[in-house]
């Protein structure tokens, strides 16, 4: 239990942090000190740092899908998401498996939240930064989001309970 109340503390300091600090080096420097704990002391499930790197190339991907479409527009011009949501996904991937480890019980549940969620966590993260714009007319950005979402919370949470980072098959 202890390790999940650690994990959701560090998550509920990493998203603020990397959304409202404009130095990317003190992002990093928390990003890598968060992510020393986690596998030091939070993580006990085999193949931590391969779930991880997994989630986060997968996070790229997407962002950087969204981002090169033009829904989601970064204020330097540039095709790619910006350093801060990039960390924001390492600091994700570590909270995916404990402190949003309940997700794991409902594919229904994670599609529901991630649909809900995830967009929000865009639309405030964009709101709060003001380097990242929602293209307009607004609602097609949000709706994608939504779809994606939906769709990337339970596979993730499907992911993270097979063999390769557990070591043991779930059905």
């Known amino acids: 239990m202890w390790r999940i109340v650690v994990n959701a503390v560090l998550f509920d300091i990493a998203w603020p942090l990397c959304v409202l600090v404009d130095?990317?080096?003190?992002?990093?420097?928390?990003?890598?000190?968060?992510?020393?704990?986690?596998?030091r002391i939070v993580a006990d499930k085999a193949n931590e740092w391969l779930w991880i790197a997994v989630v986060w190339l997968l996070g790229f991907s997407i962002d950087t899908a969204v981002f090169s479409s033009g829904l989601l527009v970064n204020d330097d011009g540039s095709p790619f998401p910006p350093a801060w949501l990039l960390l924001l996904w390492v600091n994700f991937a570590m909270a995916l498996r404990y402190s949003m480890f309940f997700l794991q019980k409902s594919a229904i549940l994670a599609a529901l939240l991630g649909g809900i969620f995830g967009p929000f966590s865009y639309w405030?993260?964009?709101?709060?930064?003001?380097?990242?714009?929602?293209?307009?007319?607004?609602?097609?950005?949000?709706?994608?989001?939504?779809?994606?979402?939906?769709?990337?919370?339970p596979f993730t949470t499907w992911l993270s309970r097979r063999r390769i980072f557990t070591g043991v098959e779930y059905a």
């Open 23 to 39: 130095s990317v080096w003190i992002i990093i420097a928390f990003t890598a000190a968060n992510l020393f704990v986690h596998l």
């Open 124 to 153: 405030t993260g964009a709101w709060l930064n003001g380097t990242v714009e929602f293209s307009q007319p607004v609602i097609v950005p949000v709706i994608v989001l939504v779809c994606i979402w939906a769709l990337f919370l």
